[in-house]
T-cell receptor, first 110, second 114 residues
């Protein structure tokens, strides 16, 4: 089945540690996105990539980094510079006018 | 710039009653419009989309939405809700010219009461 796989589903990390969230897609889509979701704030764009080896900052990129070395993969690293990293993170890809979402990763920093 | 406003953060409704979830947008260019549904701890699933043509759009699970250009609205409706419709609903827009980004509203939490 084609789709977007995010792993892990739940992630716990100590404050000050970097952590990488995985996003893999087998839909052959060029564009991929990372969103952060907080209660009452909807989805906010962190980074997006329109093609391999290229990516752009979204609205809340500070404290995050990404790479796009392969079409299928768009990992997100939450660095220690992100002041409030506890959130639900969603990865998406795009085909023409429609976005397809993964199941999300809930990151909790303790 | 584009923005999306969902006027109601929470909507409780009794089972089998009709519901309307409101969405207004602002944009200086033409846009595509979307409604997505999210169940707890899951990703978003597309309910319906408006690209062009008929302003009344039908989606999955009996939902429909009407695009009103003069009022810049895209309200979601269902004539009779079911318990299983309890979820978070997001309205979103995307520009038609470059179309690379989606802009989401803050969401409406629909609770269907038995």
């Amino acid at each position: 089945d084609g789709g977007i796989t995010q792993s892990p589903k739940y992630l716990f990390r100590k404050e000050g540690q970097n952590v990488t969230l995985s996003c893999e897609q087998n839909l052959n889509h060029d564009a991929m996105y990372w969103y952060r979701q907080d209660p009452g704030q909807g989805l906010r764009l962190i980074y997006y990539s329109q093609i391999v080896n290229d990516f752009q900052k979204g609205d809340i990129a500070e404290g995050y980094s990404v790479s796009r070395e392969k079409k299928e993969s768009f990992p997100l690293t939450v660095t220690s510079a992100q002041k409030n990293p506890t959130a639900f993170y969603l990865c998406a890809s795009r085909r023409e006018t429609e976005a397809f979402f993964g199941q999300g990763t809930r990151l909790t920093v303790v | 710039a584009q923005s999306v406003t969902q006027l109601d953060s929470q909507v409780p409704v009794f089972e089998e009653a009709p519901v309307e979830l409101r969405c207004n947008y602002s944009s200086s260019v033409s846009v595509y419009l979307f409604w997505y549904v999210q169940y707890p701890n899951q990703g978003l699933q597309l309910l319906l989309k408006y690209l062009s043509g008929s302003t009344l759009v039908k989606g999955i699970n009996g939902f429909e939405a009407e695009f009103n250009k003069s009022q810049t609205s895209f309200h979601l409706r269902k004539p009779s809700v079911h318990i299983s419709d309890t979820a978070e609903y997001f309205c979103a827009v995307s520009r038609t010219n470059t179309g690379n980004q989606f802009y989401f509203g803050t969401g409406t939490s629909l609770t269907v009461i038995p």
